[in-house]
């Protein structure tokens, strides 16, 4: 299998947990948060979307997105469940798209801006986007214990 293939293998596998994960919520449950500061369901599940994209942008695209207030509030600003499983799914989509597509040669390039990772190759971001991704999914499912509802089994 190539390293492409394998990546493309982990994202799959990273966007199916938490999409059981997230199954168990209902529109109703996207405004929920435990506290009036912390992420609500939908900006919970934005926020991991937009960080598959921060990943993927920083590594291929321009560069690192470095106004965190701004990702902040635009996670914070999804307050529809719908929207927010779209956008995780379009953030996948790209993630899987980008590694497709990606040449042994692309994998193995450093990241052109430095700020984060520096000197990494880009295939390096999937570690740390499959654990961010990992994070917030466990954050999820105290979010859903929080309102009665027993998870699934991942890994079935």
Avoid at 101 to 121: F, K, N, Q, T, Y
């Amino acid at each position: 299998m190539s390293q492409a293939a394998e990546i493309v293998a982990q994202l799959e596998t990273s966007h199916g947990y938490i999409r059981k994960m997230i199954s168990i919520f209902e529109e109703e449950d996207a405004g929920f948060a435990p506290q009036p500061e912390l992420y609500t369901v939908a900006g919970h599940i934005a926020h991991a979307a937009d960080s598959v994209e921060w990943f993927v942008d920083g590594a291929f695209g321009k560069g690192w997105n470095m106004d965190f207030e701004g990702l902040i509030a635009a996670a914070r600003a999804v307050e529809s469940l719908d929207e927010a499983i779209a956008w995780l799914d379009r953030a996948f989509e790209k993630a899987i798209a980008t590694f497709e597509a990606a040449s042994d040669e692309d994998l193995a390039a450093p990241i052109p801006d430095e700020r984060i990772m520096p000197g990494a190759s880009r295939s390096a971001i999937v570690v740390p986007l499959v654990d961010h991704t990992a994070h917030h999914r466990g954050a999820l499912t105290v979010y859903a214990r929080l309102l009665g509802k027993v998870p699934g089994m991942m890994y079935e």
